[in-house]
């Protein structure tokens, strides 16, 4: 039995309360339903800025039929915004773990608007750092990214080896990082930092300018429609199935190594995927779902502002001191993500 498996089992029997920032959004809404099919207390706090009512609402029923009982319950909503102290404060209150994911996302939309994307990224997670501490609560998981690499050109990804920052993004992100390393030094509140690389699965939004890279490729080749690779199609990327970080978020908040603590980690498959080869794996996948589908060239076009060409994480250091063990590749996550995009996103076409 693995040391997340464990866990598991003693959250269903131990009942602690949790709060999850951003909780209407991919990553928020998985944290959902994976702890309220472990018998947890869950508060969320959303603005709805880029997150859907329908994603609750989704996470609440298959929780819900995944256990067999009601579980709406055991979740309170608080529409707020990070970037309010007030909201924090009172999202805070009376909670034991703290996962942060509420941000505003994507290297493009920094570019386009590094004010908004500070305001969420930084003056958000101080409030909400500021909050937690003040609260008590027992463990503060935040979202970082490996956006903060930046320009290091060390392959695979090392958590103390960054680079210059290449995007307002990838500053914002390095500054939580630097808030979390003060206030451990400063307030003895000791936080843990999840270098997030390419995350996808279910729930994700393939819609809008911003959109990642596979829900936006997956609605596309449904619709029958131009898929785009930015340069050549030879960028990697480390793309990393949505159970492997609701795992590490959950074994994060819950270790009891006093090493662990007022850390970064990695968080990954720990392996490699070009552009061209992710494009193969979707079409081939789609067109053993669906009946009719062809084959169709990708259109490639000028490299993107503020990316990196290739990324790869180091998992060691999360692996030895809080014991993840990613349980998907990328083709066992996009085996069991395609079935949900087409169900889904099947509505949209």
Same mark, same amino acid.
Request: hydrophobic share 35%; net charge negative.
């Given at each position: 039995?693995?040391? !997340?498996?464990?866990?598991?089992?003693?959250?269903? +029997? *131990?009942?602690?309360?949790?709060?999850?920032?951003?909780?209407?959004?991919?990553?928020?809404? *998985?944290?959902?339903?994976?702890?309220?099919?472990?018998?947890?207390?869950?508060?969320?706090?959303?603005?709805?800025?880029?997150?859907?009512?329908?994603?609750?609402?989704?996470?609440?029923?298959?929780?819900?039929?995944?256990?067999?009982?009601?579980?709406? #319950?055991?979740?309170?909503?608080?529409?707020?915004?990070?970037?309010?102290?007030?909201? %924090?404060?009172?999202?805070?209150?009376?909670?034991?773990?703290?996962?942060?994911?509420?941000?505003?996302?994507?290297?493009?939309?920094?570019?386009?608007?590094? &004010?908004?994307?500070?305001?969420?990224?930084?003056?958000?997670?101080?409030?909400?750092?500021? +909050?937690?501490?003040?609260?008590?609560?027992?463990?503060?998981?935040?979202?970082?990214?490996? #956006?903060? $690499?930046?320009?290091?050109?060390?392959?695979?990804?090392?958590?103390?080896? &960054?680079?210059?920052?290449?995007?307002?993004? +990838?500053?914002?992100?390095?500054?939580?990082?630097?808030?979390?390393?003060?206030?451990?030094?400063? $307030?003895?509140?000791?936080? &843990?930092?999840?270098?997030?690389?390419?995350?996808?699965?279910?729930?994700?939004?393939?819609?809008?300018?911003?959109?990642?890279?596979?829900?936006?490729?997956?609605?596309?080749?449904?619709?029958?429609?131009?898929?785009?690779?930015?340069?050549?199609?030879?960028?990697?990327?480390?793309? %990393? !199935?949505?159970?492997?970080?609701?795992?590490?978020?959950?074994?994060?908040?819950?270790?009891?190594?006093?090493?662990?603590?007022?850390?970064?980690?990695?968080?990954?498959?720990?392996?490699?995927?070009?552009?061209?080869?992710?494009?193969?794996?979707?079409?081939?996948?789609?067109?053993?779902?669906?009946?009719?589908?062809?084959?169709?060239?990708?259109?490639?076009?000028?490299?993107?502002?503020?990316?990196?060409?290739?990324?790869?994480?180091?998992?060691?250091?999360?692996? +030895?001191?809080?014991?993840?063990?990613?349980?998907?590749?990328?083709?066992?996550?996009?085996?069991?993500?395609?079935?949900?995009?087409?169900?889904?996103?099947?509505?949209?076409?």
């Amino acid at each position: 039995m693995t040391k !997340y498996e464990e866990l598991q089992d003693y959250l269903i +029997s *131990n009942q602690s309360t949790w709060l999850v920032t951003g909780v209407a959004g991919f990553i928020g809404s *998985n944290l959902l339903e994976k702890l309220l099919t472990l018998n947890q207390k869950i508060v969320g706090l959303d603005n709805f800025e880029t997150g859907y009512q329908a994603n609750i609402d989704e996470a609440i029923n298959d929780a819900e039929r995944f256990t067999g009982k009601s579980l709406r #319950s055991n979740f309170k909503f608080i529409k707020g915004d990070i970037s309010e102290l007030k909201d %924090c404060q009172k999202a805070c209150s009376g909670v034991d773990y703290v996962l942060h994911q509420a941000a505003l996302g994507s290297v493009p939309r920094s570019i386009d608007n590094p &004010i908004n994307t500070n305001r969420a990224n930084v003056d958000g997670f101080l409030n909400i750092l500021v +909050s937690s501490k003040d609260a008590k609560v027992k463990r503060f998981v935040y979202a970082a990214s490996s #956006s903060t $690499y930046g320009d290091h050109p060390d392959l695979p990804k090392v958590e103390d080896k &960054i680079g210059n920052t290449l995007s307002p993004y +990838s500053v914002t992100k390095l500054v939580n990082e630097l808030y979390a390393s003060v206030f451990a030094k400063t $307030y003895g509140f000791k936080a &843990i930092g999840l270098r997030y690389f390419n995350v996808f699965g279910k729930r994700q939004d393939p819609n809008g300018d911003y959109a990642a890279v596979i829900p936006k490729w997956v609605l596309a080749i449904l619709n029958k429609e131009e898929l785009f690779i930015n340069g050549d199609g030879e960028t990697s990327r480390d793309f %990393c !199935y949505i159970n492997n970080t609701v795992q590490v978020n959950l074994l994060a908040a819950t270790t009891n190594n006093s090493d662990a603590t007022d850390q970064v980690y990695n968080v990954a498959y720990g392996d490699s995927t070009s552009l061209n080869e992710l494009h193969q794996i979707i079409e081939s996948g789609l067109m053993q779902r669906i009946e009719g589908l062809e084959k169709k060239d990708p259109v490639y076009r000028d490299f993107r502002i503020g990316d990196v060409r290739h990324s790869l994480a180091d998992i060691n250091k999360a692996k +030895s001191l809080i014991n993840y063990k990613p349980s998907h590749n990328i083709n066992e996550g996009l085996n069991e993500a395609l079935d949900w995009y087409v169900k889904s996103l099947s509505k949209q076409r």
